[in-house]
């Protein structure tokens, strides 16, 4: 086995070990009336109502799952040869990964010529459903006096001490967003991660929190008072949990990714999964996405209300788009060097 070989299965088994393991009762119930999909979370981007509404719709139940993207690539891999679930949904570089792995097969949904080019895989192996623009996500309430922080020096300040968190990123792939979005801001690419890894580090004095899974009701609840993730998130929020919640883009600078979803190759009901991969493009399922505060990838689903509720375009333009093919491609030896160098 060769050294990059072994490195990708030990990257592998440390998701496996944190990975849902247990698959819903539901995905032992009749063929025909359900989809399993790895990586929709009820609080992650408002998938609960898509869920229901699919349910509603099509007929086809698909069980709420708690992974995230990087347990979702592991737990396909491990079961490549008799695969459990239906459709997979996750960050882009993971899509790109599992077609690379050979874990998902080709298929171009209903509205699939209004995907632009860059967001989807030309045979169909991944494409985007909607993107995000990281930045930080403020619980106002749980600063304890301190100012809203507008920059990533800021959260290195001592009165930020235990209130950041950010996702692992050597797991989940807001995390890694995360990583990418610092270390470009601290003068790095995507073939250099050392501004990144010595953020890390920095912040590690900082005392901050590293959850592995989706942490929005921890940020509402005030136990994580600062969290790096996507606008969208903070808008639901503030807008329809009424919380008091910001959004900053970073005066360094941030990154706007996209997240897709695939068919999984031999998976138990594919009609059925296809039908799902279907809906969330339909302008009911995107409408859905528009009006959690995403960017749906069919521009035309964007609602007016939505569109009310973003911070300027002033702000947003601190927002790039990256390489997403070399994002991915960098993504195993990044992990392993936060696994191994970051305290």
Not at 22 to 48: H, K, L, V
Not at 88 to 104: K, L, N, R, S
Not at 152 to 180: H, I, N, T
Not at 245 to 262: A, D, K, L, R, T
Request: proline content about 7%.
């Amino acid at each position: 086995m060769n050294l990059k070989r072994r490195h990708m299965k030990r990257i592998y088994q440390a998701l496996l070990t944190t990975a849902a393991i247990a698959t819903s009762a539901a995905a032992m119930a009749e063929p025909g009336d359900n989809a399993i999909c790895y990586n929709c979370p009820p609080e992650w981007a408002d998938w609960g109502t898509q869920l229901r509404l699919i349910e509603q719709e099509t007929g086809i139940h698909v069980p709420q799952d708690n992974k995230n993207s990087g347990q979702s690539l592991a737990q396909l891999v491990a079961e490549a040869g008799s695969p459990v679930a239906d459709v997979v949904y996750y960050g882009v570089t993971f899509g790109i990964q599992a077609m690379a792995e050979g874990v998902v097969t080709p298929y171009q949904p209903e509205h699939w010529e209004e995907i632009p080019e860059g967001l989807k895989d030309p045979e169909g192996n991944w494409f985007a459903i909607h993107s995000g623009t990281l930045g930080f996500m403020v619980n106002v309430d749980a600063l304890d006096g301190a100012p809203v922080p507008t920059s990533w020096e800021d959260l290195l300040k001592p009165e930020y001490r235990g209130m950041v968190g950010y996702l692992d990123p050597a797991s989940a792939f807001v995390g890694y967003v995360g990583a990418v979005a610092v270390n470009l801001a601290m003068g790095g690419d995507l073939n250099d991660f050392t501004p990144a890894i010595n953020y890390f580090n920095e912040l590690a004095d900082n005392a901050p929190i590293v959850p592995k899974q989706t942490s929005y009701a921890r940020v509402l609840s005030g136990e994580i008072p600062i969290l790096l993730d996507y606008d969208f998130n903070a808008y639901r929020a503030r807008h329809n949990d009424g919380a008091n919640v910001e959004f900053v883009i970073p005066q360094e600078g941030s990154v706007v990714v996209p997240y897709v979803m695939s068919l999984v190759k031999d998976g138990p009901n594919p009609d059925n999964g296809q039908q799902v991969l279907d809906f969330v493009l339909s302008d009911q399922g995107q409408a859905v996405w528009a009006d959690a505060y995403l960017r749906p990838v069919r521009e035309s689903a964007i609602s007016a209300k939505a569109r009310e509720v973003f911070l300027p375009d002033s702000d947003y333009a601190r927002a790039a788009t990256v390489d997403y093919s070399a994002m991915a491609a960098a993504q195993r030896s990044f992990s392993e060097r936060y696994l191994s160098e970051v305290r």
